[in-house]
């Protein structure tokens, strides 16, 4: 098995490629030990000492660590702990644990004005398909929290929470888009 690893527009971040499927549906975002307790494997990350977050997506892992931290050292650990996850089987989640997950269209309880389904639809449809795959390239997720007033809340996952670059994606890249496409669209915010 070999375990391929991208940096990310986040310095902090590596983005670790198995070869195989990490999470069948959704994502899951550990920002520290305490949320990582609910995966063997995360909290085997954050073991390391240097590693700050850690995010599973379909078919990649996304760890972030410490500033300051050096990836020369921390890197090989990393992988070593990759693969004995991956050539072991090992389950990527305790039992009973896999709370937290996020699913699109499934995680969000951010009770949307009925008046405006169409417009929450097309910016639902545009996200899953222009923007979640970009995002996904760069190490992270990014999920829908509301349609509010002409504005839309998204958080940021993985590598792309943090990055230097965010705010520039959020306002420069994903805004203009719902704007072009979405004329209801006024603003993107971080949520």
């Given at each position: 098995m070999f375990i391929e690893t991208e940096t990310t527009?986040?310095?902090a971040t590596l983005k670790f490629l198995p070869g195989e499927e990490v999470m069948a549906a959704g994502t899951r975002e550990?920002?520290?030990e305490e949320e990582a307790a609910a995966s063997p494997l995360a909290s085997a990350l954050f073991d390391l000492g240097d590693v700050t977050g850690v995010f599973f997506g379909r078919d990649f892992i996304s760890?972030?660590?410490a500033q300051g931290t050096d990836w020369s050292a921390l890197k090989p650990q990393v992988v070593a702990l990759l693969l004995d996850h991956f050539i072991t089987a090992a389950p990527l989640f305790n039992p009973g644990s896999a709370a937290g997950i996020v699913v699109p269209g499934e995680d969000e309880d951010v009770g949307d004005d009925?008046?405006?389904a169409d417009v929450v639809a097309q910016i639902r449809e545009l996200i899953e398909?222009?923007?979640r795959p970009a995002v996904a390239n760069d190490g992270g997720d990014i999920v829908y929290k509301g349609f509010r007033e002409g504005v839309v809340y998204l958080a940021m996952q993985g590598a792309c929470s943090g990055c230097p670059s965010s705010t520039a994606t959020l306002k420069h890249g994903i805004e203009s888009l719902l704007k072009h496409y979405v004329p209801e669209v006024i603003e993107v915010r971080a949520a």
């Open positions: 527009p986040n310095p550990f920002r520290d760890v972030t660590a009925p008046a405006d398909t222009r923007v």
